[in-house]
T-cell receptor, first 113, second 115 residues
Framework: DAGVIQSPRHEVTEMGQEVTLRCKPI?????LFWYRQTMMRGLELLIY????????DSGMPEDRFSAKMPNASFSTLKIQPSEPRDSAVYFC???????????FGSGTRLTVV | AQTVTQSQPEMSVQEAETVTLSCTYD???????LFWYKQPPSRQMILVIR??????QNATENRFSVNFQKAAKSFSLKISDSQLGDTAMYFC????????????FGKGTSLLVTP
């Protein structure tokens, strides 16, 4: 298994531009999570899906952020318009069940200038 | 709210020595799971060890073991025979059975293993 696959690994964009982060979870994992990591705030849960359905999006910072999971093998996190304070590492993770914890992707480092 | 506290922002240990990282958590739940994740400079998050709250036996994974004290809500990680490759950020994490799948992380402990 290739693990959780995220793309791109790095993204540099100008303020105001749309950014789309992509994630392919591990096959058979029915839960998918998006996290954001910053020095100031640590690891924050943004949203999670169970069986492709968004369960809790209370961590999404504002309406500029949106996430979709059109099928079991793909999810996107979109920021529109992007702002410098969105600069962070964004992780996607998937899980087959609560006990097993999460398997994380390698993250996308987003820099908004 | 469920919180996870790691009181040691930074620690250092010499190669081959043993080090213990502390973690406490706050919850009113009775069924929950605890984890330690390692994040080396490559930034990959790696699951180190996991513990079910209803199991009294402490989990072990090779050189990694935990000291789980449910009454004290404490979940420390012991690394034996430390290796240079253990240098990383270590995050304690918690999820409760009745609180959905949210995995709450502590702020992390930066561990440096020196030769």
């Amino acid at each position: 298994d290739a693990g959780v696959i995220q793309s791109p690994r790095h993204e540099v964009t100008e303020m105001g531009q749309e950014v789309t982060l992509r994630c392919k979870p591990i096959s058979g994992h029915n839960s998918l999570f998006w996290y954001r990591q910053t020095m100031m705030r640590g690891l924050e849960l943004l949203i999670y899906f169970n069986n492709n359905v968004p369960i809790d999006d209370s961590g999404m910072p504002e309406d500029r952020f949106s996430a979709k999971m059109p099928n079991a093998s793909f999810s996107t996190l979109k920021i529109q318009p992007s702002e410098p304070r969105d600069s962070a590492v964004y992780f996607c993770a998937s899980s087959p069940g609560q006990f097993y914890g999460y398997t994380f992707g390698s993250g996308t480092r987003l820099t908004v200038v | 709210a469920q919180t996870v506290t790691q009181s040691q922002p930074e620690m250092s240990v010499q190669e081959a020595e043993t080090v213990t990282l502390s973690c406490t958590y706050d919850t009113s739940e009775n069924n929950y799971y605890l984890f330690w994740y390692k994040q080396p400079p490559s930034r990959q998050m790696i699951l180190v060890i996991r513990q079910e709250a209803y199991k009294q036996q402490n989990a072990t994974e090779n050189r990694f073991s935990v000291n789980f004290q449910k009454a004290a809500k404490s979940f420390s990680l012991k690394i034996s025979d430390s290796q240079l490759g253990d240098t990383a950020m270590y995050f304690c994490a918690f999820t409760a059975t009745n609180s959905g799948y949210a995995l709450n992380f502590g702020k992390g402990t930066s561990l440096l293993v020196t030769p």
